[in-house]
Nanobody
Framework: QVQLVESGGGLVQPGGSLRLSCTTS????????IGWFRQVPGKEREGVSC????????NTADSVKGRFTISRDNARNTVYLEMNNLKPEDTAIYYC??????????????????WGQGTQVTVSS
């Protein structure tokens, strides 16, 4: 079955960096766009960045643009989210999700049928 597994979260000081990984299985990775979302308790899940497979489109939220970089390794069925200059407001559970639609339109959580279990990122001194 479709599986997405996030890893790489943890505790980091403000200004630090983390790289999240989303390793997938159970579907044809090269046909799917992969998005990263994050959620703080009590708030809606927020789109962070999305990367297509078919046309290479990348779509990134303004709140993280210039600090976060998404990439994919089709040979490893994995998508990465490189996070630099982290801020306390980046603290959240980070999820990856998959869908067939390209990332020229980011969409919301309901537009992604397949999800991972999430990984906690905490930015604190």
């Amino acid at each position: 079955q479709v599986q997405l597994v996030e890893s790489g979260g943890g505790l980091v000081q403000p200004g630090g960096s983390l790289r999240l990984s989303c390793t997938t299985s159970g579907f044809t990775f090269g046909r799917y766009a992969i998005g990263w979302f994050r959620q703080v308790p009590g708030k809606e899940r927020e789109g962070v960045s999305c990367i297509s497979s078919t046309d290479g489109t990348i779509n990134t939220a303004d709140s993280v643009k210039g600090r976060f970089t998404i990439s994919r390794d089709n040979a490893r069925n994995t998508v990465y989210l490189e996070m630099n200059n982290l801020k306390p407001e980046d603290t959240a559970i980070y999820y990856c999700a998959a869908r067939l639609v390209v990332c020229s339109w980011f969409g919301g959580p309901d537009d992604y049928p397949h999800w991972g279990q999430g990984t906690q990122v905490t930015v604190s001194s």
